[in-house]
């Protein structure tokens, strides 16, 4: 397998997870930011004198440098590009270890301009509290958010733990809106990404998102369930709203053969592919997916699918197809840019588009939630006992 650098993807938790491709470190001098194309100085620095001239309050340097580069970036219209500051960065690199501070919520900007709740981690203080998938975020304490001001949406849910942050929810029951407040406390949160048990003679592995340790989880727990004498897999990727690529190409070349795994395409046409070796798992398996399956957990999907290594069961995935990388900065500070698109092994395109199943069934509306602990409920988890049960 090829050797990857650090990377990861996905959407965003407030915790903060927003996940991302991070493909290295960028050096060199920072480049000078006025031409005839870049950013007017002269402008810039009339405003700033006009400031210093007249303005009535104290100023705080600092800030309103990071102001005017979180606006730069920020007028791309993209909510997935950001500037973070040193603590960000640092949250950053807390996340990608399993470990997290925040109310454990993944978020993603919805078509209509909403800041839309793809699912509360189990166990999580937003999940304790009742924030369901498809929740809309419409104020955080008391302020009025959309999908344009995600970025920041997500940094003032994040925080120091044993504090408390105060959500407007918006929820369609009934086919009525609802609006509500909820007082969540902010706390540390571990994740244990990978879950696995036997429901017969079928293994079921649960992976809620893909950090450093989940490869190894996975593949650890893949070879225990052999040891069980399974005879096939339900892989459970529903809400996954992606993580480290690094770790996820791991699981993609321990159950693939030889061949592509991923591709991806930057503005200028480059193509970086990356390959699985000869070696592969045989037993036959269920992929779950829904909607909130995305970036990564698309992936691995997508992959799976080409090979016709699995069967793919539930709903239409999300359709992130998009990588963001991390460009560290002076001072411990970064940019968070979308640089390419990736797709699946045959070429399909991911991003907006999402991987279809092969057996399409949606989530019974009475069902109170999802796997092994929902199993009667649960009609797609059934539906992949039923096909792996026929083999």
Same mark, same amino acid.
């Given at each position: 397998?090829?050797?990857?650098?650090?990377?990861?993807?996905?959407?965003? *938790?407030?915790?903060?997870?927003?996940?991302?491709?991070?493909?290295?470190?960028?050096?060199?001098?920072?480049?000078?930011?006025?031409?005839?194309?870049?950013?007017?100085?002269?402008?810039?620095?009339?405003?700033?004198?006009?400031?210093?001239?007249?303005?009535?309050?104290?100023?705080?340097?600092?800030?309103?440098?990071?102001?005017?580069?979180?606006?730069?970036?920020?007028?791309?219209?993209?909510?997935?590009?950001?500037?973070?500051?040193?603590?960000?960065?640092?949250?950053? @690199?807390?996340?990608?270890?399993? $470990?997290?501070?925040?109310?454990?919520?993944?978020?993603?900007?919805?078509?209509?301009?909403?800041?839309?709740?793809?699912?509360?981690?189990?166990?999580?203080?937003?999940?304790?509290?009742?924030?369901?998938?498809?929740?809309?975020?419409?104020?955080? @304490?008391?302020?009025?958010?959309?999908?344009?001001?995600?970025?920041?949406?997500? !940094?003032?849910?994040?925080?120091?733990? @044993?504090?408390?942050? !105060?959500?407007?929810?918006?929820?369609?029951?009934?086919?009525?809106?609802?609006?509500?407040?909820? @007082?969540?406390?902010?706390?540390?949160?571990?994740?244990?990404?990978?879950?696995?048990?036997?429901?017969?003679?079928?293994?079921?592995?649960?992976?809620?998102?893909?950090?450093?340790?989940?490869?190894? $989880?996975?593949?650890?727990?893949?070879?225990?369930?052999?040891?069980?004498?399974?005879?096939?897999?339900?892989?459970?990727?529903?809400?996954?709203?992606?993580?480290?690529?690094?770790?996820?190409?791991?699981?993609?070349?321990?159950?693939?053969?030889?061949?592509?795994?991923?591709?991806?395409?930057?503005?200028?046409?480059?193509?970086?592919?990356?390959?699985?070796?000869?070696?592969?798992?045989? *037993?036959?398996?269920?992929? *779950?997916?829904?909607?909130?399956?995305?970036?990564?957990?698309?992936?691995?999907?997508?992959?799976?699918?080409?090979?016709?290594?699995?069967?793919?069961?539930?709903?239409?995935?999300?359709?992130?197809?998009?990588?963001?990388?991390?460009?560290?900065?002076?001072?411990?500070?970064?940019? !968070?840019?979308?640089?390419?698109?990736?797709?699946?092994?045959?070429?399909?395109?991911?991003?907006?588009?999402?991987?279809?199943?092969?057996?399409?069934? !949606?989530?019974?509306?009475?069902?109170?939630?999802?796997?092994?602990?929902?199993?009667?409920?649960?009609?797609?988890?059934?539906?992949?006992?039923?096909?792996?049960?026929?083999?």
């Amino acid at each position: 397998m090829k050797t990857l650098k650090k990377v990861f993807i996905g959407l965003g *938790l407030c915790l903060l997870v927003y996940l991302s491709f991070s493909v290295g470190n960028a050096t060199g001098k920072r480049a000078a930011i006025a031409n005839e194309n870049g950013i007017p100085l002269a402008k810039i620095n009339k405003i700033e004198n006009l400031i210093d001239q007249y303005y009535l309050f104290d100023i705080d340097k600092n800030k309103q440098q990071e102001g005017a580069v979180e606006g730069y970036v920020k007028a791309l219209g993209d909510p997935y590009s950001e500037f973070l500051t040193k603590e960000e960065m640092d949250s950053l @690199n807390q996340q990608t270890e399993g $470990e997290y501070a925040g109310v454990g919520i993944v978020v993603t900007p919805s078509e209509t301009g909403a800041i839309t709740v793809v699912s509360a981690i189990k166990g999580s203080p937003a999940f304790e509290k009742g924030i369901k998938k498809d929740d809309i975020i419409l104020k955080i @304490n008391g302020k009025d958010y959309n999908a344009s001001q995600m970025n920041d949406a997500v !940094k003032v849910m994040k925080g120091k733990p @044993n504090t408390d942050v !105060k959500l407007t929810i918006a929820r369609m029951e009934n086919k009525t809106s609802k609006i509500f407040d909820v @007082n969540i406390t902010r706390r540390m949160i571990s994740l244990t990404t990978v879950n696995s048990q036997k429901i017969g003679d079928i293994g079921y592995i649960n992976i809620t998102q893909f950090d450093r340790k989940t490869d190894k $989880e996975f593949i650890e727990q893949y070879e225990n369930l052999k040891k069980q004498n399974v005879k096939s897999i339900v892989l459970d990727l529903r809400n996954n709203p992606g993580g480290l690529l690094d770790s996820t190409v791991k699981i993609a070349d321990y159950l693939l053969p030889q061949g592509v795994i991923v591709k991806t395409v930057d503005k200028n046409k480059k193509e970086d592919v990356q390959k699985s070796d000869s070696s592969e798992q045989n *037993l036959p398996m269920v992929v *779950l997916v829904n909607g909130s399956s995305a970036s990564a957990s698309e992936i691995l999907t997508g992959a799976l699918k080409d090979y016709k290594k699995a069967t793919i069961v539930g709903e239409k995935t999300f359709g992130k197809g998009i990588v963001q990388t991390i460009i560290p900065m002076e001072k411990g500070e970064g940019l !968070k840019l979308t640089i390419s698109e990736y797709f699946s092994p045959k070429g399909n395109k991911i991003h907006k588009q999402g991987v279809k199943p092969d057996v399409e069934i !949606k989530l019974d509306e009475k069902s109170k939630g999802i796997g092994v602990e929902f199993m009667k409920e649960d009609n797609q988890l059934q539906k992949a006992l039923e096909i792996l049960n026929k083999k």
